[in-house]
């Protein structure tokens, strides 16, 4: 089975915080990709990475930092030092490499900052 | 800019009433996809499409219909709208995966549809 697990429904953090998304996968292929995407409140989905299941190395994007851990099959989002514009709903995603319909999302983790 | 449009933005329809969803891309792409997405649900796909005329059927395909006869517009219909169909509907396009493509999905704006 696939599956995607975003455990925190909802986050609230102050504004300079720093806060992080976390994100559980499940999956029998051996090769696959993660992303994440944001949906601010006026609505788009935003694609903002994609991970190869054999590249484990951390990235790092200005406030944005993605922590991939095959070993617990997680694949974790923080933001450094958040802003009011990162108020919006992330969505972690999963898609076996060789599967172009079978891409599983997660339910979402709506974070507010608030001022 | 994956230059994907949708049309209608907004639709408010009653039970019972054809509708149809279009989504228009610019950019050439192979698949491209319908999801919905509902509070609690995310997002689910609806049908999805790999070429002209060649479609399937995602987890949630009842009461859906789609078409594909150019690369650039992929139909979505509800041909009779029930009210578990009020939702938003996202069209997404992707190149596959494969020859350096990885797959990630870009998505359009979104269609928010009420059958009252």
Known sequence: AQKV????T???VVEKEDVTLD?????RDTTYYLFWYKQPPSGELVFLIRRNS???QNEISGRYSWNFQKSTSSFNFTITASQVVDSAVYFCA???KTSYDKVIFGPGTSLSVIP | DAGITQSPRHKVTETGTPVTLRCHQTENHRYMYWYRQDP?????????SYGVKDTDKGEVSDGYSVSRSKTEDFLLTLESATSSQTSVYFCAITEGVGGGNTGELFFGEGSRLTVL
């Open chain 1, 23 to 27: 994100c559980v996968y499940e999956t």
């Open chain 1, 54 to 56: 054999f590249d484990e």
């Open chain 2, 40 to 48: 609690g649900h995310g997002l689910r796909l609806i049908h999805y």
């Open chain 1, 5 to 8: 697990t975003q455990a925190q």
């Open chain 1, 94 to 96: 999963l898609r076996p």
């Open chain 1, 10 to 12: 909802e986050i609230s």
